[in-house]
């Protein structure tokens, strides 16, 4: 070999060589620690009132029976009554005797929440739905006497055992999945019965009927045959049912999706992982960088999503003062994704100086989690003080708003410490439902009942590969008020029991799917940060919707509500909603159900309905 030829070698070795130390380092040193200045600038959003706009017609009228003895039947109507606000809807209670000054009319239903019925007079009932009132029982109850008013032909009783499972045989809301027998968010003790012909049978559980309607007489039934509409995971169909009895339902829809990102920004491993390993052949902290957050901004251009990413400073367990401070040896990964997070748009919340979930050792957890309990709230306050002294050395600018607690465990020694110690955080987003697991903080949307400087917006969904019943609980909650809060992990493609073991490109694959499912289904729902979307809900909650109906037109007046608004809207199949250009813009979701979505621009909208064209 020529000497030039070992020279050229020797150099193009070296070359190589030091472009892999070079790329080796580049995910820690590509973020200069200048700590540059960002500020996050929010969504705006407009409201309007109405100019006092007189509308005719008739308001819709719902009347919530349950017996004050029900125990079950109470839990119902309580759920019921959350379903209801969420999508503006107004009801009242009522007692069994004051059924009679009921009014009957196609925008007047009485709700039957219990299985106890005792107080009820059948004639009174059946009288009221024959001369054009509405009727729906959210609880299945055995009384063969109502059968001809229920639809029913032959009714055997109680199944033995509970029905799984649910198969949409019509559409209620669109977008529901079947959920197979083996599923089972739905368990239902159901009765065990036949139909008559004329009804229509919109949803059914391993074959039984579980969900129809009757018409009887000039009015009509809707009718339950389940147990599980104690569950927040229905209130979207327990919602849109109503709109089965009446003539035309309005339902209003916040429009908004929010995609959280959970212990992100943050430490690193820095070992092999074997999955990473094997389908990239990269270091962890290079299929960070390199796969994993290439694809999350793909995604993020492609289907708008504006990331709230919830940053941990630590992974040990320490949670006895005095805590070490994060600022020195920072793992320099934190500001690299916290920066590119801010550059998409997105927002910066906390998830905990470590992941302790913030309980001291009387307060409940899952030994399960293996978690070190915090001796007192002052040892909670030391260390969000140590995590916020962290964020704003490397994001000065950046307001901290939003707070995740760490295995969404979290109680009221921790609230008390998060409000003390970081008074700019406002929001707490943990668990939609939590199917009674000890410790796990349950939440509603809305202002916090025990700490009102707080407002709660719980997760509804997680995960990159989306089951069935997650795409059902998905799609009831638009249904219901029209908002999806979503987190993911970046560490589920490093866990083989979270990801089954099958890698990232299986996860990626899956998450995409339903990602672009979303956003052709529902183009109204507005990505936002977490921030902005409890903005927006806020404005939304704070707003009046009244609706006045009539057999050919439908008038929405607002006041302070958001500049645009958006509704569900069910007219019958037979007719078209019509609105002026400069109103806003309608669109078909279904219309063998005469189901649409408004998109209003206008705070007064009259909308006209037409007889559709055959």
Do not use: C
């Not at 059948?122 to 109502?146: C, H, M």
């Not at 748009?345 to 009387?362: K, W």
């Not at 003390?420 to 199917?435: M, Q």
Request: proline share 6%; hydrophobic share 40%.
């Amino acid at each position: 070999m020529s000497r030039k030829l070992i020279i050229f070698s020797f150099v193009t070795a070296s070359m190589l060589m030091l472009g892999i130390a070079l790329q080796t380092v580049r995910i820690v040193d590509v973020f200069p620690l200048s700590r540059s200045r960002y500020l996050f600038k929010e969504a705006a959003f407009s409201t309007k009132s109405s100019a006092n706009a007189e509308a005719s017609g008739a308001e819709l009228a719902l009347f919530i029976y349950t017996n004050p003895n029900d125990s079950e039947g109470i839990k119902v109507k309580e759920n019921l009554e959350h379903a209801l606000e969420l999508a503006k809807l107004h009801s009242e209670t009522i007692a069994a005797d004051d059924i009679l000054t009921i009014k009957p009319g196609p925008w007047t239903a009485l709700l039957l929440t219990g299985e106890d019925i005792s107080e009820l007079n059948q004639e009174t009932i059946r009288s009221y739905v024959r001369q054009g009132g509405r009727l729906l029982a959210y609880t299945r109850f055995y009384a063969p006497e109502w059968n001809d008013l229920l639809g029913i032909a032959s009714n055997k009783g109680y199944f033995t055992g509970a029905n799984q499972g649910i198969t949409v045989n019509k559409t209620v809301f669109p977008g529901y999945p079947d959920l197979p027998e083996t599923n089972v968010l739905f368990s239902n003790n159901m009765l065990d019965v036949e139909l008559r012909p004329q009804a229509q049978i919109y949803l059914s559980a391993q074959k039984s009927p579980l969900l129809w309607t009757f018409t009887y007489g000039q009015g009509k039934v809707v009718y339950w045959n389940s147990t599980s509409n104690v569950q927040k995971e229905g209130r979207g169909l327990m919602v849109q049912s109503i709109g089965l009895a009446l003539d035309s339902l309005v339902t209003s829809q916040v429009a908004s999706r929010s995609l959280n990102i959970d212990d992100f920004p943050s430490p690193v491993p820095q070992v092999d992982n074997p999955l990473i390993h094997k389908e990239f052949g990269l270091s962890t902290p290079a299929f960070y960088e390199r796969i994993w957050w290439e694809d999350m901004v793909r995604f993020s251009k492609l289907y708008g999503w504006k990331y709230t990413g919830l940053m941990i400073g630590t992974y040990q367990n320490q949670t006895r003062p005095p805590l070490p401070s994060l600022l020195e040896n920072t793992p320099k990964l934190i500001p690299y994704f916290g920066s590119k997070l801010l550059s998409l748009g997105g927002e910066i919340g906390l998830h905990g100086y470590n992941h302790q979930s913030l309980v001291t050792a009387d307060e409940p957890i899952k030994s399960e989690l293996g978690y070190i309990p915090w001796p007192n709230k002052a040892a909670m306050v030391e260390s969000l003080q140590r995590l916020t002294e962290l964020s704003s050395s490397l994001f000065p600018g950046h307001e901290l708003k939003t707070y995740v607690p760490p295995s969404n465990v979290m109680n009221r020694t921790g609230k008390h410490a998060l409000a003390e110690a970081v008074t700019s955080v406002d929001i707490i987003s943990s668990l939609y439902t939590v199917g009674g697991e000890k410790g796990f903080l349950e939440q509603e949307f809305g202002v916090d009942k025990e700490l009102p400087q707080f407002t709660n917006f719980p997760r509804i969904s997680s995960g990159y590969v989306i089951d069935e019943g997650q795409k059902f609980f998905i799609n009831d909650a638009i249904a219901n008020f029209g908002m999806v809060n979503h987190f993911v992990h970046p560490d589920d493609a490093l866990d083989i029991n979270r990801s089954g073991g099958k890698g990232w490109k299986y996860l990626s694959q899956h998450f995409e799917s339903w990602m672009s499912w979303l956003h052709k289904t529902y183009t109204y729902l507005e990505p936002l940060t977490v921030r902005d979307a409890v903005k927006k809900f806020s404005l939304y909650e704070a707003g009046t919707v009244n609706v006045h109906y009539g057999s050919e037109a439908i008038t929405i007046t607002t006041k302070d509500q958001l500049i645009p608004m958006h509704y569900t809207v069910r007219v019958p199949n037979h007719q078209t909603p019509e609105i002026p250009k400069e109103a806003g813009h309608l669109t078909s979701l279904d219309a063998a159900e005469g189901l649409w979505h408004l998109e209003a621009l206008q705070p007064t909208v009259n909308i006209q309905l037409k007889e559709s064209k055959p």
